[in-house]
């Protein structure tokens, strides 16, 4: 069955984005050793993707349809907007209670495994309903004092178990986790 994961970068200081929905701060790291690398391995593995309207606003504001990477990877983007589609592209805009469409979601993933794109606000959504499987997040060595939190839980959780470290360059430390905690209408790790 495929996971759902939250595959992410971080400020050491807990943002994914400055207080201006930036990444300036962020996109001076692409070229460091092994980032390319680490994402192609990660999307390779992906069958559908999860995001929130910011992030899907913020892809259009950086390009448009030009900057749409995923091809016609089924996407849902979760938003009380109107926003427009991208031409070629197999986006589904969706309002409502994530539980209500993950099961939607993970069928459309097939084999492999649902990507939260974006942003953190969302995937505590996930959290908060116990369906999000894994944190994947790589700390980059910066602090940017404000912004937009990596995951704004509305509770503490029970403690993730740590499934791996590397270190990329530039400074850089990807972290995996397993959240073990089952919520509503799913079960537990076994």
Do not use: C
């Not at 400020?11 to 192609?40: C, H, M, P, Q």
């Not at 503490?156 to 270190?167: F, H, K, M, N, V």
């Amino acid at each position: 069955m495929a996971r759902t994961l939250y595959y992410v970068a971080s400020s050491l200081d807990g943002y994914i984005a400055d207080e201006n929905d930036k990444l300036d701060w962020l996109f001076r790291f692409n070229d460091a050793e092994g980032v390319a690398d680490t994402y192609k391995s990660f999307i390779a593995g992906i069958g559908a993707i999860v995001m929130g309207s910011q992030t899907y606003k913020f892809i259009l504001e950086q390009g448009g349809a030009d900057a749409w990477e995923y091809g016609q990877m089924p996407t849902w983007v979760f938003t009380h907007h109107e926003l427009p589609g991208i031409a070629g592209a197999d986006i589904t805009f969706v309002r409502g209670d994530i539980s209500l469409f993950h099961a939607n979601i993970v069928a459309d993933a097939g084999d492999k495994d649902v990507w939260v794109v974006g942003g953190g606000s969302l995937a505590a959504q996930y959290l908060d309903a116990g369906l999000l499987d894994e944190l994947i997040v790589t700390y980059v060595p910066v602090a940017i004092g404000r912004g937009k939190s990596l995951l704004p839980v509305g509770s503490a959780t029970e403690p993730a178990q740590l499934l791996g470290s590397r270190t990329l360059g530039a400074g850089m430390v990807e972290l995996s986790y397993r959240f073990t905690a089952a919520g509503p209408g799913t079960e537990a790790d076994q």
